[in-house]
C-alpha cells in the first residue's frame, strides 16, 4: 500500500464536503423515522470501522472480536436504562429478573445507577477488556493469522458466557431500550430518536478527528511501521508491544461508543451483536471503503449497511451472495478499496486502458526512487 | 472405574469429531499457511452428500445395497468437497499465496456464498453441478499425453468442459425427477438416518457405547493413518513435505510446486468432506453446520503447534477430554464432598456453552505459556 496520494482539486473535494454536510443537515427533515433511524444506526457502526481501520488498515492487526468491545459497550448503556426505569417494578430491579426468581440485584449491576459511571464506562470497560485481551496476545508475540483466530475464540467466550446467564444479563433474549426512560422520555419515541441521530453524527465526527490526530504524527507512523515490518520496529529500540496494546483498547473504546449508540437506536443489545459473522463484516465496510483512509471506513460502513438493508428488502436471498462476491472482490481485485483505488493511480489507470488519457511515461528507476520520495 | 471408562468414552469420542474436522484444517494451514474459513462449509458440503446418497441409494435399483451407503458416501463426500476445494484454488486462492490474512477474508466471502447455494438451489442441481466439476477437471487429465502436448488440446478441454456441463445438466434433471425430495431448494435442515447395523449400542466391560459414535472413531482412526502414510510414503508426500520445508530449493529440483498445491488443498478440503459424514450421523444437517465447528477446529490447530499432525491428535483429544469433565461435572461425581465455593464454580460451568468459555480461556491461559502450540516448528526464524 503505497502513502503517496494525489492531491485532488480543491474544487471537487469542497464540493463533496459541501454535498455531505447539506445532506446529514436535511436527512432529519426530508427522510421518514425509520429510514432516519436506519441512518443513524449505520452512522453508530461507522464509529466501530473508524477502530477496525485504525488496528488493521495502519497497525496491520486483522482482529475478528471486535463484536465483543461493540457489545459492551451496548450493554453498559441498557442496563443504565433498565435500572433508571425499573422503580414500578418488584424488588425495584429489571422486570426481567422476576422470570428467573431473582430477588437482589446482581452486584455489578449497581453502579450503573449512577449516569457518571456509566458515561464513563460505556467507553472504558471495553478499553480495558480490549487492552487486557491484547497485551496478552501480543506480549507472547502472536501476530498475524493467530492474533485473528484469538480475537475470533475471545469473541466465542464472550457470547457464550452472555448467551448463558439468563439469571445476570437476560441471556439469549438480550437488554430491551427501547421501553426505557431517559430525560423523562421514552428512548423508542421520535424526538428521541432524532436527539440520538445528532448526537451520532457529532460523534462520528468527533470519532474521526481524534482518530486523524491517532495517525498523525510519530505514534502513528509507528503503528505504520509495525504493520510494514515491525522486526525492524523492535530493532529500531521501540515496543511494538506498547503500541499495539494502546491501539487496540483505543479501537475497543470506539467500539463501546459505537455500541452503546448502536443500542439505543435499535432498542436492543442481544448476543447476537457478538455473533462470528457481524464482526468479520465490520471488516468488510473497511476494506470496500478503503483500509488506511479513515473516510473510507466511514462511507464504507454507511454504504454497505444502507446497501445490505435496500437489497434485503428486495431480495432476501441474494444479500449473502453479494456479500460473499465482495469479500472475494475486495481481496483479489481491490486491496485497497473504493477510497484507496480514487485516491491511488486507479482513476488515472481506467481512463489510460480507453486511451481517455496520455500515459506517463519515465524510466523505471525513476519510478522506483520517486515512490521511495514520497514516503514523508 | 465404569465413570472413569465412560468419561474417557465421551471425551474421546468429542475429540474424534474435533480431530476429523481439524484434520484437513492442520494440513492446509500447516503446509501450505492458508487460512480456510470455508472449511466448515467444505464439511457441510460432505454432510449433504451423505443425505444425497442415502435418498439415491433409496431408489428401487439400489436398494439391495442400502445398508452399505455410508461407507459409500465417505468416498463421495471426500471426492466432494475436495473437487470443490480444489476449484477453490483453482480460482482463488492461488493469488493469494503468502497473505494469509487476505485468503480468510476471501475463503469466508466463499463459505458465505456456500451457505446461500445450499439453501436457495435444489440439491438435484447443486449434484449434477458438482459432477459436471468432478468430469471437467479430471477428464482433460486423463488424455493420452500424445494429446496433451499438442497445440490443440485447449479445444479438447473446451469439449470436455461442454460434455461435462450436459451430464451434469442430464444427471440433475433426472435425480430430481426421481428423487422429489431434492428437487425443491429449502433451507430447512435435513436428517440423515443411519443404517440399521449402525444403530444401538454396543456393550464393552458393562458400559454402553452408540455404534455411531464408535462409526465416528473408526473413521477418524482410518484417516489419521491414512493421511499419515500418505504423507510419509508415497511420492507425492515426499514432494509435499519438501515444498512445505523449502518451496523455492523444491521448485528448483523440479517439483511442480503448483501440483503440490493443488494436491495439498484438494487432500485438505476432502478431509473436510470426510468430517462431514461424521458430523451428519450426530445431529440434522443444516447450512450453518459447519460454522459450529470451524472454530474449535483452529483451536485445535493452534494447541497443537502448526504443520505437525501429532500435535493435532493429542490438541483434540485432549480438548475433547476436558470438555467431557467440564461440561458434565464429572470432577463432582468423582470427588463429591469437595468444599462448596469449588462445587460451586465446576456446576457454573457444567454446561456446552459455558465448557466452551473454560476450555476457550484455558487455551489462551496455556498459550501464553507456549505461545506457539505443544509441538512448535523449530527454527531461527525472526517472522515464521
Partial sequence: MSLSKIKFDKKIVLSFWIILIALIVAAPTLLPVFRLNLLGRYLSLSIVALGVDLIWGYTGLLSLGQGIFFALGGYCAAMYLQITSSSEFPNNIPEFFALYGVEKLPFFWEPFRSPVFTFFAIWIIPALVAGLIGFLVFRNRIKGVYFSILTQASLLVFFNFFNGQQKLINGTNGLKTDVTQLFGQMVGSESMQRLFFWITTVLVIAAWFFAKWVVKGRFGNILIGIRDDEPRVRFTGYNPVIFKTIIFSIAGGLAGISGALYTVQSGIVSPQFMTVPFSIEMVIWVAVGGRGTLLGAILGAVFINYAKSLVSEALPASWMFIQGGLFILVVTALPEGVLGWIQGDGPRNLLQRFGLKRKIETYPSLEVNNKDGNNE | ?384
Wanted: hydrophobic content about 50%; glycine content about 10%; charged content about 10%.
Fill in chain 2, 1 to 384: 472405574m465404569e465413570l472413569l471408562l465412560d468419561s474417557l468414552f465421551n471425551g474421546v469420542a468429542i475429540g474424534s469429531v474435533l480431530l476429523v474436522a481439524a484434520l484437513g484444517l492442520a494440513i492446509v494451514f500447516g503446509l501450505m499457511g492458508v487460512i480456510n474459513l470455508a472449511h466448515g462449509e467444505l464439511m457441510m458440503l460432505g454432510a449433504y452428500t451423505t443425505y444425497v446418497t442415502q435418498l439415491i441409494f433409496k431408489l428401487p435399483i439400489l436398494k439391495p445395497f442400502y445398508n452399505s451407503y455410508i461407507i459409500v458416501s465417505i468416498f463421495l463426500a471426500f471426492i466432494v468437497s475436495g473437487v470443490v476445494g480444489i476449484l477453490l484454488e483453482k480460482t482463488i486462492i492461488r493469488k493469494l499465496y503468502g497473505s494469509p490474512l487476505e485468503t480468510l477474508l476471501a475463503t469466508w466471502g466463499v463459505s458465505l456464498i456456500l451457505q446461500q447455494f445450499v439453501r436457495s438451489v435444489p440439491l438435484a442441481y447443486g449434484t449434477g453441478l458438482v459432477i459436471s466439476l468432478i468430469i471437467g477437471l479430471f477428464l482433460p487429465t486423463t488424455f493420452p499425453s500424445k494429446i496433451k502436448e499438442s497445440i490443440n488440446f485447449k479445444y479438447f478441454k473446451f469439449s470436455s468442459w461442454i460434455f461435462a456441463a450436459l451430464t451434469g445438466v442430464l444427471t440433475g434433471s433426472v435425480i430430481s425427477s426421481t428423487v422429489s425430495k431434492l428437487s425443491r431448494a429449502s433451507a430447512r435442515n435435513v436428517d440423515v438416518t443411519a443404517p440399521s447395523w449402525m444403530r444401538g449400542q454396543v456393550e464393552i466391560i458393562g458400559t454402553a457405547f452408540p455404534k455411531t459414535r464408535l462409526m465416528i472413531i473408526v473413521i477418524t482412526l482410518i484417516s489419521v493413518i491414512a493421511i499419515t502414510l500418505f504423507l510419509n510414503q508415497s511420492a507425492w508426500g515426499m514432494r509435499i513435505r519438501a515444498v512445505t520445508q523449502n518451496r523455492q530449493m523444491s521448485d528448483c529440483l523440479g517439483i511442480s510446486t503448483e501440483k503440490v498445491d493443488i494436491i495439498t488443498f484438494g487432500i485438505g478440503s476432502g478431509l473436510a468432506g470426510v468430517a462431514g459424514v461424521a458430523v451428519s450421523l450426530l445431529g440434522s444437517v443444516g447450512p450453518n453446520v459447519g460454522g459450529n465447528y470451524i472454530v474449535g477446529c483452529f483451536m485445535v490447530v493452534v494447541l497443537g503447534g502448526v504443520g505437525n499432525l501429532l500435535g493435532t491428535v493429542l490438541a483434540s483429544f485432549g480438548i475433547g477430554i476436558m470438555t467431557d469433565l467440564i461440561g458434565a461435572g464429572r470432577l463432582l461425581s468423582i470427588w463429591p464432598d469437595m468444599p462448596i465455593p469449588l462445587s460451586n464454580t465446576i456446576n457454573f460451568f457444567a454446561t456446552t456453552s459455558m465448557a466452551r468459555v473454560m476450555i476457550f480461556a484455558l487455551i489462551v491461559i496455556f498459550l501464553q505459556f507456549k505461545p506457539t502450540g505443544l509441538f512448535p516448528q523449530k527454527g531461527r526464524m525472526v517472522e515464521n
